[in-house]
T-cell receptor, first 109, second 113 residues
């Protein structure tokens, strides 16, 4: 069983829709990261969370430490949001990351 | 957030050769991480690189295959040695600064033929 599980694996939405991507993990963590990967392979950090909720523009990330669960929400989705979204957790003092398998999001115009 | 310049961005290499990937950070970072992403898979940690000491490798990865250098706090290299088609992957370097978010290089897309 993977330590980090993401769902859904693939998601297609119409422009303007509200999108939710879920992440569950099975270990104690010090922080959870939401990352965005574009087709070329480069990765951008969206959020780092250890509790509560963070918002940046149309993106919102929440985490429930007791339930070991996090969600990434995208409001008013746009085709430029199309990418792979990856959940990753930090569990060690060295801060290395353990990654989920990613969610391929496609937003259609 | 810090910026990592990673190169090459992609390469096609012959079986049996070696490729060195470089990552240059625009500020000092204590630890850098090297990850591999095989086609259709999630990222997997290869090793953690500290300045002035040998890298710490994860299970399944060995120094002879993936030698790493970390000569200072802003630079690291990963070499993929004696390559085979199974080494075709995206390789990424990453770091943190203080307690901040992780930042990543642009990735190296390697194809071994």
């Amino acid at each position: 069983k993977n330590e980090v599980e993401q769902s859904p694996q693939n998601l297609t939405a119409q422009e303007g829709e509200f999108i939710t991507i879920n992440c569950s993990y099975s270990v104690g963590i010090s922080a959870l990261h939401w990352l965005q990967q574009h087709p070329g392979g480069g990765i951008v950090s969206l959020f780092m969370l250890s509790s509560g909720k963070k918002k940046h523009g149309r993106l919102i990330a929440t985490i429930n430490i007791q339930e070991k669960h996090s969600s990434l929400h995208i409001t008013a989705s746009h085709p430029r949001d199309s990418a792979v979204y990856i959940c990753a957790v930090e569990a060690g003092s060295a801060r290395q990351l353990t990654f989920g398998s990613g969610t391929q999001l496609t937003v259609l115009p | 957030s810090a910026v990592i310049s990673q190169k090459p961005s992609r390469d096609i290499c012959q079986r049996g050769t070696s490729l060195t990937i470089q990552c240059q950070v625009d500020s000092q970072v204590t630890m850098m991480f090297w990850y591999r992403q095989q086609p259709g898979q999630s990222l997997t940690l290869i090793a953690t690189a500290n300045q002035g000491s040998e890298a710490t490798y994860e299970s399944g990865f060995v120094i002879d295959k993936f030698p790493i250098s970390r000569p200072n706090l802003t630079f690291s290299t990963l070499t993929v040695s004696n390559m085979s088609p199974e080494d075709s992957s995206i390789y990424l370097c990453s770091g943190h600064r203080g307690q901040s978010e992780a930042f990543f290089g642009q990735g190296t897309r390697l194809t071994v033929v």
